[in-house]
């Protein structure tokens, strides 16, 4: 059941440390004809990939989270946020078909472009430290108070809680879930079902997630107001996927619906929610992440007190 007394001043707070971020990836894909039968071994050699390219396609590929304020000194701001947030593949092979060797296409990531929005402030940021197997990524960015209309400290306080014991929940512990699903500055609550069943400390919730909740901080109360405990982020939702044929996102916006699309078309991988199972990834996650990665990031100008 949802905590006795008014928390929103408390979710209020909290929800100031937590930033929507986004990554977009921008990528070249070269088409190969199968008469050509071209192996990895031939553009290994060669001086351009161009020279066996039929064709050339430009395509890019976005993906939003959320992120948490876990330092701020010396107007660097350091955040946490789920890994696959920030993260989209250098290379990409296809071929003409499963037993082939020979290259159908190649896609070849050409820069990453990542931003952090928080009105008034838009800036880009950078990837510190990742675990990919964890799922967790430190981002940092460094601010110029002039371009904020409060100081640096205000505008990007650090989480107001430190991180807890995740192994404490059980069955039907009530949690609060703050992040940017869609874009928009949402707070959901949600009831534990599982956790710490495997060796992440990981666990389930019933939170309502959307895209853009990934890295969202997921806290909870350990007895009365105000003792909230942050105890994960979220991360995913548990979902099927399916593939679609799309258009080319910048053609089709100038394309006439009463005329046939006759411009490139491509495979996307889409996801369908299923709604009321959301994962999360632990504070003990968390916390073992930023001790292996503590002196990197420290050399880097972010001292982060992970205790």
């Given at each position: ?34 008469d ?10 060669a ?18 989270g ?21 993260s ?20 070849i ?7 952090m ?28 108070e ?7 400290s205000e ?6 809680y430190k991180?807890?014991d ?6 039907g512990t ?13 707070v959901t ?8 069943r ?7 919730t019933?939170?309502?997630?959307n895209r ?5 901080a ?6 009365g ?9 979220a ?30 078309l ?11 199972i ?5 504070a ?24």
């Open positions: 059941m949802p905590p006795p007394g008014n928390v929103s001043a408390y979710l209020e707070k909290m929800h100031d440390s937590v930033k929507r971020i986004t990554s977009t990836s921008y990528y070249k894909t070269y088409v190969f004809d199968q050509d039968m071209i192996t990895h071994d031939i553009l290994d050699r001086e351009s990939i161009d020279e066996y390219a039929v064709k050339v396609v430009e395509s890019h590929s976005s993906s939003s959320s992120a948490v304020v876990i330092h701020n000194r010396n107007n660097k701001i350091g955040l946490i946020t789920a890994y696959h947030t920030v989209s593949p250098d290379q990409m092979f296809e071929y003409y078909d499963e037993a082939s060797l020979f290259l159908e296409s190649v896609t990531k050409q820069r990453q472009v990542n931003w929005f928080d009105s008034p402030f838009m800036g880009t940021f950078d990837v510190l430290a990742s675990d990919e197997v964890a799922d967790l990524a430190v981002i940092g960015t460094e601010v110029d002039d371009d904020l209309d409060v100081p640096a505008f990007f306080p650090v989480f107001p991180l807890g995740p192994d404490k929940l059980t069955l009530f949690v609060y879930t703050l992040g940017y699903p869609r874009g928009y500055e949402v609550p949600g009831i534990v079902s599982n956790s710490g495997d060796r992440g400390h990981s666990f389930i019933d939170a309502l997630f853009g909740f990934s890295g969202g997921v806290v909870a109360i350990n007895g107001l105000p003792a909230f405990e942050w105890v994960g982020l991360r995913s939702a548990s979902a099927t996927r399916e593939w679609h044929v799309v258009p080319d996102e910048d053609k089709v916006e100038e394309h006439s619906l009463h005329l046939p699309y006759t411009d490139d491509f495979l996307e991988r889409r996801s369908n929610i299923d709604y009321g959301t994962h999360s990834i632990s003990t996650r968390i916390r073992d992440m930023l001790k292996e990665h503590e002196r990197a990031l420290s050399e880097k100008g972010y001292r982060i007190d992970i205790e």
